[in-house]
T-cell receptor
Framework: DVKVTQSSRYLVKRTGEKVFLECVQDMDHENMFWYRQDPGLGLRLIYFSYDVKMKEKGDIPEGYSVSREKKERFSLILESASTNQTSMYLC????????????FGDGTRLSIL | SQQGEEDPQALSIQEGENATMNCSYKTSINNLQWYRQNSGRGLVHLILIRSNEREKHSGRLRVTLDTSKKSSSLLITASRAADTASYFCATEGNYQLIWGAGTKLIIKP
């Protein structure tokens, strides 16, 4: 089974801090994604990556950056955390072939105080 | 951007009844996927239906796709308490998934 592991289930940080969310997948998937999920808004794509060292902006990249130095690891960085970044963050991975599902981690519930 | 819209937003039924959720979308797609999310957890892929398919089954799940109406439905037969979750449709058009806001399903014992 595909396993996508997010480093923290719950995280509390302060406004202005630099925050790192880590995601690791064990199935050699080419694609990795970071979403945020807010009530009533569904999932919104922040950034995605098709390969090592490659990154593409999603729908809401402002205030975030990402890093993919190794194929299995995709990190989301909040450069200077703000209260409006309090949310559930979900990492996913998938194969590049067409018609492939995405596999999700359990999410990180991040609170910015 | 949000493309899929699920209907209803919330659904509460008795255990053993069938549950039907609908999804509408706006643009052409390669496939449509359904996912389940238990409270506070990540999403789990349920079923994928390609744009040239009209119906697909997986256990107690039945998915239909009508590309002329840009809509899909997910039917869960003989519901169980463990089916209580939020259900999301997602459309794939250009190697990315675009998500609806989900249907919250509650199965009453």
């Amino acid at each position: 089974d595909v396993k996508v592991t997010q480093s923290s289930r719950y995280l509390v940080k302060r406004t202005g801090e630099k925050v790192f969310l880590e995601c690791v997948q064990d199935m050699d998937h080419e694609n990795m994604f970071w979403y945020r999920q807010d009530p009533g808004l569904g999932l919104r794509l922040i950034y995605f990556s098709y390969d090592v060292k490659m990154k593409e902006k999603g729908d809401i990249p402002e205030g975030y950056s990402v890093s993919r130095e190794k194929k299995e690891r995709f990190s989301l960085i909040l450069e200077s955390a703000s209260t409006n970044q309090t949310s559930m963050y979900l990492c996913a991975s998938s194969r590049t072939d067409s018609n492939q599902p995405q596999h999700f981690g359990d999410g990180t519930r991040l609170s910015i105080l | 951007s949000q493309q899929g819209e699920e209907d209803p937003q919330a659904l509460s039924i008795q255990e053993g009844e069938n549950a039907t959720m609908n999804c509408s979308y706006k643009t052409s797609i390669n496939n449509l996927q359904w996912y389940r999310q238990n409270s506070g957890r990540g999403l789990v892929h349920l079923i994928l239906i390609r744009s040239n398919e009209r119906e697909k089954h997986s256990g107690r799940l039945r998915v239909t796709l009508d590309t002329s109406k840009k809509s899909s439905s997910l039917l869960i037969t003989a519901s169980r308490a463990a089916d209580t979750a939020s259900y999301f449709c997602a459309t794939e058009g250009n190697y990315q998934l675009i998500w609806g806001a989900g249907t919250k399903l509650i199965i009453k014992p």
